[in-house]
């Protein structure tokens, strides 16, 4: 009897899963959707084959991931140009995002409640209508919205009302009122949860109450969500890069840095003002490697199948097919071509414009 309950209790225990290990197409997925561009080399080097577990953290955690993380909120919130907010306060808030000095709605707290904000979004109509339907999701066109929206913007004209659920008589206790709301811990990992996943969040999701509750929750349920195995199933469907994920992407790749706001504001503006961007990223592609500024990989007559293969593993984050190996090979070895082409054919190819 003793032998048969041993027995089956040993059927009973589970092996613990299996750790997923990077590979280069999830390490140029996780970069493109933390860091807005490709591994670095020697990220490469250091998180090729390890457990996503462990890469994840250290990608997510970085000062980096703040900065872009904030600056894609500023993009949300269409606060670019001249609406995007100055100051001390905002050029120290990743790094107080990463030193867990102030949670993410506390960040976009300061967004709301900038001068650039009120500036984009003057008057209490506009005001209120971009807060609730940006932060709650809400359509403000809905008929059981339009008192909510009235009576915000009586609050954001100095008049006493009840908002929300909270008293107020202010523009700030139009933000906070709307901060506090459940719908906005739900309306912030709704985006996210798209974003990295493709999927909607369910409604009845833990991870809401969780953030709800405190704040500082929210990297670690992005990071959860990055380690799990639907994240890696989402690999089998490749993704267009926005114009922030190309621009900052293809300077990474071909100079190994990011480009300046200067010069992403002036890029930003040409590809916005084409109806087809995909021809001008190729153009652009080529003139940044005309730039004698790049930084490729180095290529050697004997070694020239290598070069390839890490042109493609780099770039694309594939091998080369034996087709496209033998022809890269022939325009190398047999027509005389530059190391240069290859690179040009790569970044200027359709593929590279997805990750």
Same mark, same amino acid.
């Given at each position: 009897?003793?032998? &048969?309950?041993?027995?089956?209790? +040993?059927? *009973?225990?589970? #092996?613990?899963?299996? #750790?997923?290990?990077?590979? +280069? *197409?999830?390490?140029?997925?996780?970069?493109?959707? $933390? /860091? =807005?561009?490709?591994?670095?080399?020697?990220?490469?080097?250091?998180?090729?084959?390890?457990?996503?577990?462990?890469?994840?953290?250290? =990608?997510?955690?970085? +000062?980096?991931?703040?900065?872009?993380?904030?600056?894609?909120? =500023?993009?949300?919130?269409? @606060?670019?140009?001249?609406?995007?907010?100055?100051?001390?306060?905002?050029? &120290?808030?990743p790094s107080r995002l990463q030193n867990h000095e102030l949670d993410p709605r506390a960040a976009i707290a300061e967004i709301l409640l900038s001068t650039g904000f009120s500036l984009r979004n003057p008057g209490n109509?506009?005001?209120?209508?971009?807060?609730?339907?940006?932060?709650?999701?809400?359509?403000?066109?809905?008929?059981?919205?339009? #008192?909510?929206?009235?009576?915000?913007?009586?609050?954001?004209?100095? &008049?006493?009302?009840?908002? @929300?659920?909270?008293?107020?008589?202010?523009?700030?206790?139009? $933000?906070?009122?709307?901060?506090?709301?459940?719908?906005?811990?739900?309306?912030?990992?709704?985006?996210e949860h798209q974003r990295l996943l493709g999927t909607p969040l369910q409604k009845d999701s833990s991870a809401i109450a969780l953030v709800q509750k405190d704040y500082q929750q929210f990297f670690p349920v992005l990071?959860?969500?990055?380690?799990?195995?639907?994240?890696?199933?989402?690999?089998?469907?490749?993704?267009?890069?926005?114009?922030?994920?190309?621009?900052?992407? @293809?300077?990474?790749?071909?100079?190994? +840095?990011? #480009?300046?706001?200067?010069?992403?504001?002036?890029?930003?503006?040409?590809?916005?003002?084409?109806?087809?961007?995909?021809?001008?990223?190729?153009? /652009?592609?080529? $003139?940044?490697?005309?730039?004698?500024?790049?930084?490729?990989?180095?290529?050697l007559p004997e070694k020239a199948a290598e070069f390839v293969r890490e042109c493609f593993l780099r770039y694309l984050a594939r091998e080369p097919s034996e087709r496209e190996l033998a022809a890269f090979l022939k325009?190398?070895?047999?027509?005389?071509?530059?190391?240069?082409?290859?690179?040009?054919?790569?970044?200027?190819? /359709?593929?590279?414009?997805?990750?």
């Amino acid at each position: 009897m003793c032998g &048969k309950t041993a027995a089956a209790t +040993r059927t *009973r225990i589970k #092996p613990a899963p299996m #750790p997923i290990l990077v590979t +280069r *197409r999830l390490l140029q997925r996780l970069c493109y959707e $933390v /860091l =807005l561009r490709g591994p670095s080399p020697t990220e490469l080097r250091m998180f090729d084959g390890a457990e996503l577990a462990t890469v994840v953290p250290r =990608l997510l955690q970085s +000062r980096e991931a703040m900065t872009v993380w904030f600056e894609e909120q =500023l993009q949300y919130f269409l @606060l670019l140009d001249q609406f995007r907010p100055q100051g001390e306060t905002f050029e &120290k808030l990743p790094s107080r995002l990463q030193n867990h000095e102030l949670d993410p709605r506390a960040a976009i707290a300061e967004i709301l409640l900038s001068t650039g904000f009120s500036l984009r979004n003057p008057g209490n109509d506009t005001f209120v209508t971009v807060v609730l339907e940006q932060c709650l999701g809400y359509r403000v066109q809905d008929a059981k919205i339009k #008192p909510i929206l009235a009576v915000g913007k009586k609050l954001y004209d100095g &008049k006493k009302g009840r908002f @929300l659920g909270k008293d107020g008589q202010s523009q700030s206790d139009v $933000v906070q009122s709307v901060l506090a709301h459940e719908d906005f811990a739900r309306h912030l990992l709704s985006r996210e949860h798209q974003r990295l996943l493709g999927t909607p969040l369910q409604k009845d999701s833990s991870a809401i109450a969780l953030v709800q509750k405190d704040y500082q929750q929210f990297f670690p349920v992005l990071t959860e969500w990055l380690q799990s195995q639907a994240y890696v199933d989402a690999l089998q469907q490749r993704r267009a890069k926005t114009e922030r994920q190309f621009l900052r992407g @293809l300077y990474f790749d071909l100079l190994e +840095r990011t #480009p300046s706001y200067e010069e992403l504001r002036n890029l930003r503006n040409a590809m916005q003002a084409m109806a087809d961007p995909a021809p001008l990223r190729s153009v /652009l592609a080529k $003139v940044v490697l005309d730039s004698g500024q790049c930084k490729l990989p180095e290529c050697l007559p004997e070694k020239a199948a290598e070069f390839v293969r890490e042109c493609f593993l780099r770039y694309l984050a594939r091998e080369p097919s034996e087709r496209e190996l033998a022809a890269f090979l022939k325009v190398l070895l047999q027509d005389g071509g530059l190391p240069l082409q290859v690179v040009r054919v790569l970044v200027g190819s /359709l593929e590279y414009q997805t990750y």
